[in-house]
């Protein structure tokens, strides 16, 4: 099946220093991705989508300039927290949807952050 | 908006015991259904999908049929293990095949 991968798995950043997270489809092309956050024992709540090429939409209550989500290839998709703070450590996960296989998304194994 | 309900957790069985997660989904049109599984530290894994009225979906001996009339998509596996504890989160993607709706996960612990 679809492969999504997510790196780092875990990072441990000081509060302050911006951290990326990139999310790759290694074998079929991702059109959209998702990015969702997952507070523990949460659920998981949709951040953003991002069109390749195409600026990122954002959910209401997320803040685009501290979450940046860049899609700048078909295979690539990265977020980047900037001034990152305690209360942005969290559970990232990103999906990808199959450009070729209409509406069928894969889920990437998500990436741990904690910020001290 | 659409939305999505689940039973409340933790629930706690003995092994082989008889599963059931209650979901009920609300949902213009007629939505796709899902149950993905997180274990301990990890992403999420499809575990089954239905994508219309009276389907069922199936793997690894669970199983979720796609109730219209109920708004209902209960998950079930007849004789659980101990590899089986995770959360289980239901979920349900809309006709024009954007975003997912999740609920809130329920936490199944399997004691042997």
């Known amino acids: 099946g679809a492969v999504v991968s997510q790196h780092p798995s875990w990072v441990i950043c000081k509060s302050g220093t911006s951290v990326k997270i990139e999310c790759r489809s290694l074998d079929f092309q991702a059109t959209t991705m998702f990015w969702y956050r997952q507070f523990p024992k949460q659920s998981l709540m949709l951040m953003a989508t991002s069109n390749e090429g195409s600026k990122a939409t954002y959910e209401q209550g997320v803040e685009k300039d501290k979450f940046l989500i860049n899609h700048a290839s078909l295979t690539l998709s990265t977020l980047t927290v900037t001034s990152a703070h305690p209360e942005d450590s969290s559970f990232y996960i990103c999906?990808?949807?199959?450009?070729?296989?209409?509406?069928?998304?894969?889920f990437g194994p998500g990436t741990r952050l904690t910020v001290t | 908006g659409n939305s999505v309900t689940q039973m409340e957790g933790p629930v706690t069985l003995s092994e082989e015991a008889f599963l059931t997660i209650n979901c009920t989904y609300t949902?213009?049109?007629?939505?796709?259904l899902f149950w993905y599984v997180q274990y301990p530290g990890e992403g999420l894994q499809l575990l089954l999908k239905a994508t219309k009225a009276d389907d069922k979906g199936s793997n690894k001996g669970f199983e979720a049929t796609y109730r219209k009339e109920t708004t209902s998509f209960h998950l079930e596996k007849g004789s659980v293990q101990v590899s089986d504890s995770a959360v289980y989160f239901c979920?349900?993607?809309?006709?024009?095949?954007?975003?997912?709706?999740f609920g809130p996960g329920t936490r199944l612990s399997v004691l042997p």
């Open positions: 949902a213009t049109g007629y939505p796709s």
């Open positions: 999906s990808a949807r199959d450009g070729g296989r209409a509406y069928e998304q894969y």
């Open positions: 979920a349900l993607r809309d006709n024009y095949g954007q975003n997912f709706v």
